[in-house]
């Protein structure tokens, strides 16, 4: 089973997220700050899904709806803020 990163938007936050047989297993959850950009606050991935890639496909997704949208990023989240530090081509979304 190939695991996919959804979206969920509420008014001015919203939440990247993985399900695993209906579960949560992993989530990123974010906040709209202004018109252009969100703020990547927290991520999150459940116990015995470590290693799985599941924080770095939600960063992936997170880069891609933020390229889609012509908006930038501020990672907050230290998970997320490393992500960004290594990967030079995520640089053009912050």
């Known amino acids: 089973m190939k695991e996919e990163v959804q979206l969920i938007i509420n008014d001015k936050n919203g939440v990247f997220y993985i399900d695993i047989s209906g579960k ?10 202004g018109e ?5 606050d927290h991520t999150e991935v459940n116990p015995g899904n470590n290693g799985k890639g599941f924080g770095k496909m939600m960063v992936a997704k997170a880069v891609q709806y933020a390229r889609e949208k012509g908006i930038k990023i501020i990672p907050l989240c230290p998970f997320a803020k490393s992500v960004f530090d290594k990967t030079p081509e995520y640089k053009d979304v912050l």
Request: aromatic share 14%; no cysteine.
């Open 24 to 33: 949560h297993e992993a989530m990123m959850t974010f906040v709209f700050a």
């Open 36 to 40: 252009d950009k969100i703020i990547i």
